[in-house]
């Protein structure tokens, strides 16, 4: 249907302001929100990472593209039954103690809301502690750290390290990612996936989730 393809043009093209108008338009005929969101929105920001992957957009334009989809979002959002859209994935995000460095973090959470997933953001300089608590309160099936400081790295593993500890590690899958972080090194600190980018992040929580 030309309407879907055409909002999803919208989201690629990072215009908010039309995303906006083309939504408030679909839900006045009486579209269904589920397929506007999955159909328009979500497919646009596939588009987008697709290409972020691939090196054809860049991280500016990711972020303006999730903007536009979450304007889109918060026009169909309630308007959604319970269920409608949710992937029943649920995540918790957050940069490791230490490390102040957010813009890839919020990328990864913003791609991932676009899977359908529900994503708590911890925010960052996060201690394993801290993780641990908002595991046991949270009860999320993924765990995503992000480190963008060599010097935080080590971090990562403490807590993971804590996670064993405390007996969580078995109940959740940890994925780890940031510029200065490797497929090794996240073996190497037990550690259950690496994504290089945020669109990777999201295919990678849903593929550990199952």
């Known amino acids: 249907m030309a309407q879907f393809e055409t909002l999803a043009k919208a989201i690629i093209d990072c215009n908010a302001a039309r995303v906006g108008e083309l939504t408030r338009k679909m839900v006045d005929e009486g579209i269904k929100p589920a397929d506007i969101i999955n159909r328009g929105l979500i497919s646009g920001m596939?588009?987008?990472g697709t290409r972020f992957r691939e090196g054809?957009?860049?991280v500016p334009e990711v972020m303006m593209a999730a903007k536009a989809m979450h304007t889109g979002m918060s026009i169909v959002k309630p308007l959604l039954a319970e269920g409608d859209i949710s992937s029943g994935i649920k995540v918790i995000v957050g940069t490791v103690a230490g490390d102040l460095h957010d813009i890839g973090k919020n990328l990864v959470g913003m791609m991932m809301e676009s899977g359908g997933m529900e994503v708590v953001d911890l925010g960052v300089d996060i201690s394993a502690?801290?993780?641990?608590a908002a595991i046991r309160k949270h009860e999320p099936q993924v765990v995503g750290m992000s480190a963008l400081l060599t010097t935080t790295m080590l971090e990562m593993k403490?807590?993971?390290d804590l996670l064993k500890e405390e007996g969580l590690k078995?109940?959740?899958k940890v994925i780890v990612g940031g510029a200065p972080v490797t497929q090794e090194f996240a073996e190497k600190i037990g550690a259950d996936g690496w994504a290089p980018d945020a669109a990777?992040?999201?295919d990678l929580a849903q593929t550990l989730a199952g």
């Open 46 to 48: 596939d588009v987008v």
């Open 56 to 58: 054809d957009m860049y």
């Open 129 to 132: 502690e801290k993780f641990v």
């Open 158 to 160: 403490e807590t993971i």
């Open 170 to 172: 078995n109940s959740v």
């Open 200 to 202: 990777s992040a999201k």
